[in-house]
């Protein structure tokens, strides 16, 4: 059973920063690629970055510079650290596994991320 568990999300005043864990168990997560997405209410859900199982990064122009993606392929956890964190970045924080060539495609429950002050 596969099974992706997102912590850390929490209240946090503008220009904060959080850090994002989701912990992976049921795949071989060295060969998975992982993704962070957000969704706010009212607006579909967005990537916010990706990182390979090779090890490439990807980022949503929105929080470039920001945000850093990051696995440790020992503890099958990805992370996501975020800075600077702005009033547009809250939303519930999805974790996502993808092996595309055997159209595997995971989500965890997610994890809400408010910023306020």
């Known amino acids: 059973q596969v099974q992706l568990v997102e912590s850390g999300g929490g209240l946090v005043q503008p220009g904060g920063s959080l850090r994002l864990s989701c912990a992976a168990s049921?795949?071989?997560?060295?060969?998975?690629?992982m993704g962070w997405y957000r969704q706010a209410p009212g607006k579909q859900r967005e990537l916010v970055a990706r990182?390979?199982?090779?090890?490439?990064?990807n980022y949503a122009d929105s929080v470039k510079g920001r945000f850093t993606i990051s696995r440790d392929n020992a503890k099958n956890t990805v992370f996501l650290q975020m800075t600077s964190l702005k009033p547009e970045d809250p939303a519930v924080y999805y974790c996502?596994?993808?092996?595309?060539?055997?159209?595997?495609?995971?989500w965890g429950q997610g994890t809400q991320v408010t910023v306020s002050s």
């Open positions: 996502n596994a993808r092996f595309d060539l055997l159209r595997h495609d995971y």
């Open positions: 049921g795949i071989i997560f060295r060969a998975y690629d």
């Open positions: 990182i390979l199982a090779g090890g490439g990064t």
